[in-house]
């Protein structure tokens, strides 16, 4: 038994159904471990198959093909060190896990289950996987690496048992993705499995996007006491070599790259531009359009765009109506030509005038609406879907958290689209990130630096522009009253009672909680976003779409 041990941390970006693919990264890591004399490399949890598969892991044909190629892997692994790679494994009872394999020899050495299965927020685990009973650590070059599989690090349970069966060190395999401010979450609970168990433990996540999730990696080592040794960054695939030596006291990691993490503003739209590339990327589409109404949300979008794809592979639509604004005109081709991005213009005064004709005689003796209204967004989704039909560009929504919260947006209209970037993103926080935007500029942007974003978008009142003089605060309470209440009611799950306690009144509160209920059913059908935040809507928030109840409090 040696005094070092080394291991290769293998920050990777796995996607989804790519079994082939995913297990070409891990042989990938793999060469880089074996090159630097690695005893153990370490792959995140279910990289084999990509995470979350959701139900598609329930198919036996899906899970066959994944393990049939670990077992390969192990074949083509035989000469070098150790490799941890995540998957599923089918057990002899006829239950199916969320695995860790350890493969050595040409074979797969040992197995680890996950015993604690999420089963909240995003998770399902309960549905797809059994548990199994705690399990020892594993035998690596004569180090005993215990194994807990994400989940099972954030209660002691787990960790204590391996500890006291006899485990070394501590390497937690993840699929940990993002909301604001959960790296503090996470590393909390690693401290404390560290103090409760005295031993190092490795934090491995994995990164990229799959549909409205988006891991941040942030891997990470923590010595004696929750001491940092190493921090990998955040977002980007990387390989990390951790040196752990034997001391009197146990085994510690030599300390390494340590890479600080951006703030809150930086996290959050380097999500919304990952989440956009990854789901480009891994369902194919290479271009995207969108509507350019001279608007805040639009020109953000189009910025996350450009950040996310390059100007090359961006088109932006204006499609003005009679009421469109000369300001608007001018502010979406300002933004649009500050971006570096197609600019097309498409007027809707001929097709909303021949659809007008065509219902004129239903309409005959009825007041004009927001039926009238809805037309100009309607007709809008469809040249816009034209476009995307014809030149195989993806469209893209537009509409922010406080509007989808609320239904401010018409279904069938500027609704239609294949994703959102910014649907988890308050109407609020869409004003400061674009004002971020315009501030900082980073290697990872696509688009160009400076303020692409018209200071006069970000200043001028919120309009939909669908009739006259239009402004969003004759249909909404003010934005900050509209998200401060939002923030309680979808967020902290909060009741009326507790909205109006904080100074808002009974009048906006019961509002707002009215429209937010009777808007599930365009929820339902609205594009997947990028998840911000532990209540955003879609897996975080499942509520009926018929639902009598209301809070009288």
């Known amino acids: 038994m040696g005094d070092r041990f080394r291991l290769t941390l293998a920050q990777l970006n796995p996607?989804?159904?790519?079994?082939k693919g995913n297990i070409a990264k891990a042989r990938a890591a793999w060469d880089e471990g074996r090159k630097a004399g690695a005893d153990f490399v370490a792959c995140p949890e279910m990289s084999a198959v990509g995470y979350q598969t959701q139900d598609l892991i329930l198919k036996p044909a899906f899970v066959r093909d994944a393990v049939q190629q670990i077992e390969a892997l192990a074949v083509d692994c035989a000469d070098g060190p150790a490799l941890g790679i995540g998957g599923p494994f089918p057990g002899e009872d006829g239950k199916l896990h969320n695995s860790y394999y350890v493969l050595q020899?040409?074979?797969v050495a040992a197995v680890t289950h996950k015993f604690f299965l999420p089963n909240f927020n995003v998770f399902d685990e309960v549905r797809l996987f059994s548990r199994d009973r705690m399990q020892g650590p594993i035998a690596i070059n004569g180090v005993r690496i215990g194994i807990p599989i994400c989940e099972d690090a954030w209660y002691p349970d787990v960790c204590e048992a391996m500890a006291e069966?006899?485990?070394?060190i501590l390497v937690v395999p993840n699929g940990s993705p993002y909301f604001r401010n959960k790296f503090e979450t996470r590393l909390n609970h690693m401290v404390a499995r560290v103090i409760e168990t005295e031993l190092p433990l490795v934090y491995l996540n994995m990164v990229g996007g799959q549909d409205d999730q988006v891991f941040d990696g942030g891997s990470f080592v923590l010595n004696l006491h929750g001491r940092p040794a190493v921090q990998m960054p955040t977002f980007d695939e990387a390989i990390t070599h951790v040196q752990f030596n034997r001391t009197r006291d146990g085994w510690r990691a030599e300390e390494g790259q340590f890479v600080t993490h951006p703030d809150d503003w930086e996290m959050d739209y380097r999500v919304m531009v990952e989440s956009l590339r990854d789901y480009c990327r891994k369902t194919g589409f290479g271009k995207v359009l969108l509507g350019m109404s001279g608007g805040v949300d639009s020109a953000l979008v189009a910025t996350i765009a450009v950040d996310a794809l390059g100007a090359e592979n961006v088109r932006c639509v204006m499609l003005p109506s009679e009421y469109t604004s000369q300001s608007s005109l001018e502010d979406a081709k300002e933004c649009a030509t500050a971006l570096g991005c197609r600019y097309d213009f498409v007027p809707i005064a001929?097709?909303?005038a021949a659809i007008t004709n065509t219902l004129a005689p239903l309409f005959e003796g009825t007041k004009p609406d927001i039926a009238?209204?809805?037309i100009q967004s309607r007709l809008r989704g469809l040249l816009l879907m034209a476009l995307s039909n014809k030149f195989g560009e993806m469209l893209l929504t537009t509409g922010n958290k406080s509007e989808?919260?609320?239904g401010y947006?018409?279904?069938?209209?500027?609704?239609?689209g294949g994703y959102n970037p910014i649907k988890d993103l308050y109407k609020t926080r869409v004003f400061e990130t674009c004002r971020w935007r315009n501030a900082n500029h980073r290697g990872w942007m696509m688009g160009p630096e400076g303020a692409v974003i018209p200071d006069r978008i970000i200043t001028k009142p919120p309009s939909a522009e669908l009739r006259e003089d239009q402004k969003d605060s004759d249909s909404l309470p003010d934005y900050p009253v509209l998200d401060g209440i939002l923030e309680m009611l979808v967020d902290q799950e909060a009741s009326v009672a507790d909205c109006?306690?904080?100074?808002?009144?009974?009048?906006?509160?019961?509002?707002?909680e009215h429209l937010l209920y009777i808007s599930e059913y365009k929820r339902f059908q609205s594009a997947p976003g990028a998840r911000l935040t532990k209540r955003a809507f879609w897996l975080d928030r499942r509520y009926p779409i018929v639902n009598r109840w209301r809070d009288e409090g």
Not at 500 to 512: A, L, P
């Open 409 to 416: 947006a018409t279904i069938y209209g500027d609704m239609a």
């Open 500 to 512: 109006i306690r904080e100074g808002f009144t009974r009048e906006d509160v019961k509002r707002v």
């Open 15 to 19: 996607t989804v159904g790519d079994i």
């Open 105 to 107: 020899g040409g074979k």
């Open 404 to 406: 989808v919260a609320v």
């Open 372 to 374: 009238e209204e809805n």
């Open 350 to 352: 001929e097709g909303r």
């Open 165 to 168: 069966s006899g485990a070394e």
